[in-house]
């Protein structure tokens, strides 16, 4: 059985690089951790512990970036971006103090954040998909699509949903006619683990031709963390999932979409393309109305369909949680 808890390891989104500008701070909490990114002037991206060792002063509140350090508003101390303790005002020389620096990378527009419950740094073969150039299907130039920010993206701080949720909608297929209306049964045509990834393939047939029309391939690096390309007739778009547990309480949901550019308007995103991106809100809604008041159940019943996907997908889950079953805001039980 899954040991779900919410401080899984790997890759989590913290935020959309274009949330932080240059020279500014912000303040954030996950995983039961207060931090603080900011970009020097020159726009490298930091994330920290956030309280001072002084006296505790939250540095995202209040805080000032001054070239690679972040300023404490309470007695001045700074902070470099390595989270050593650069200088004191007042005082000929700084303390040997250190804040914990958290390893941090952007992709796509998106900000990441490696945890791992003991502490280490990133682990040699969980590295990010990427989300152009993984898919053999069609491998594409992040170029030729619109970034995401700010105008395809939906942001849910606050969920009181257990990440797990999201992730099973790897192996299920046949919600997508009861919960998003498609108005064929799609096929999970394809599941596998390679490495520490999971692949899978679900296919939509054409109401009129009875033929594969539409195809939904994922990459999940971990749990938290979906890199989706939708891939059919006259639809080519890519988009990530994420989920980060901010506490044992509530995690944080984003969805990123990447749509083509329209070689008529490159830089501006047609309206059509505008109108779907104001739609995607509701695509997220009509999976989260059911999460929000879902148990996990651990032993379930299965149509017989399910047991390949949802057996590898939980098989493959397993290895993320490595600490103790804990505190969800999703309730779960052995079985009903």
Same mark, same amino acid.
């Given at each position: 059985?899954?040991?779900?808890?919410?401080?899984?390891?790997?890759?989590?989104?913290?935020?959309?690089?274009?949330?932080?500008?240059?020279?500014? +701070? &912000?303040?954030?909490?996950?995983?039961? *951790?207060?931090? &603080?990114?900011?970009?020097?002037?020159?726009?490298?991206?930091?994330?920290?512990?956030?309280?001072?060792? *002084?006296?505790?002063?939250? %540095?995202?509140?209040?805080?000032?970036?001054?070239?690679?350090?972040?300023?404490? $508003?309470?007695?001045?101390?700074?902070? *470099? #971006?390595?989270?050593?303790?650069?200088?004191?005002?007042?005082?000929?020389? $700084?303390?040997?103090?250190?804040?914990?620096?958290?390893?941090?990378?952007?992709?796509?527009?998106?900000?990441?954040?490696?945890?791992?419950?003991?502490?280490?740094?990133?682990?040699?073969?969980?590295? %990010?998909?990427?989300?152009?150039?993984?898919?053999?299907?069609?491998?594409?130039? #992040? +170029?030729?699509?619109? /970034?995401?920010?700010?105008?395809?993206? &939906?942001?849910? $701080?606050?969920?009181?949903?257990?990440?797990?949720?999201?992730? #099973?909608?790897?192996?299920?297929?046949?919600?997508? &006619?009861?919960?998003?209306?498609?108005?064929? =049964?799609?096929?999970?045509?394809?599941?596998?683990?390679?490495?520490?990834?999971?692949?899978?393939?679900?296919?939509?047939?054409? /109401?009129?031709?009875?033929?594969?029309? %539409?195809?939904?391939?994922?990459?999940?690096?971990?749990?938290?963390?979906?890199?989706?390309?939708?891939?059919?007739?006259?639809?080519?778009?890519?988009?990530?999932?994420?989920?980060?547990?901010?506490?044992?309480?509530?995690? *944080?949901?984003?969805?990123?979409?990447? !749509?083509?550019?329209? $070689?008529?308007?490159?830089?501006?995103? /047609?309206?059509? !393309?505008?109108?779907?991106?104001?739609?995607?809100?509701? !695509?997220? #809604?009509?999976?989260?109305?059911?999460?929000?008041?879902?148990?996990?159940?651990?032993?379930?019943?299965?149509?017989?369909?399910?047991?390949?996907?949802?057996?590898?997908?939980?098989?493959?889950?397993?290895?993320? =949680?490595?600490?103790?079953?804990?505190?969800?805001?999703?309730?779960?039980?052995?079985?009903?």
């Amino acid at each position: 059985m899954l040991k779900l808890n919410m401080k899984p390891t790997g890759w989590f989104q913290i935020g959309w690089s274009g949330e932080i500008a240059p020279g500014q +701070a &912000v303040p954030l909490r996950y995983f039961s *951790h207060d931090l &603080v990114a900011f970009r020097s002037a020159d726009g490298r991206l930091s994330v920290l512990d956030a309280h001072c060792k *002084h006296l505790g002063a939250h %540095l995202g509140h209040g805080g000032k970036v001054r070239g690679d350090c972040i300023i404490c $508003p309470y007695h001045g101390w700074a902070w *470099h #971006e390595d989270g050593s303790n650069a200088n004191i005002p007042y005082q000929d020389k $700084p303390t040997g103090a250190k804040l914990r620096k958290w390893s941090a990378i952007e992709r796509h527009g998106l900000i990441f954040l490696w945890h791992d419950p003991s502490g280490e740094g990133p682990r040699d073969g969980w590295e %990010l998909p990427d989300l152009f150039a993984d898919f053999p299907e069609g491998v594409a130039n #992040e +170029a030729d699509y619109y /970034p995401c920010y700010p105008q395809a993206v &939906v942001d849910r $701080p606050g969920e009181h949903i257990h990440p797990q949720l999201m992730m #099973e909608n790897t192996a299920d297929s046949v919600h997508f &006619v009861f919960t998003h209306g498609a108005p064929e =049964y799609p096929q999970l045509t394809d599941c596998r683990i390679e490495g520490n990834r999971l692949r899978s393939t679900m296919a939509f047939k054409s /109401p009129k031709t009875g033929e594969f029309a %539409l195809f939904n391939r994922g990459i999940k690096p971990n749990v938290g963390l979906s890199f989706t390309f939708f891939d059919g007739n006259n639809v080519h778009y890519r988009l990530i999932l994420t989920a980060t547990p901010i506490d044992d309480e509530a995690a *944080h949901f984003r969805v990123s979409y990447f !749509l083509p550019r329209d $070689p008529a308007s490159p830089d501006t995103m /047609p309206l059509k !393309l505008r109108d779907f991106a104001a739609h995607t809100a509701e !695509l997220f #809604e009509e999976d989260a109305r059911i999460w929000r008041h879902q148990i996990f159940v651990q032993r379930p019943v299965y149509a017989q369909q399910d047991i390949k996907g949802y057996t590898m997908l939980r098989n493959w889950s397993e290895r993320f =949680y490595e600490g103790e079953a804990g505190t969800s805001p999703t309730p779960f039980v052995e079985t009903l």
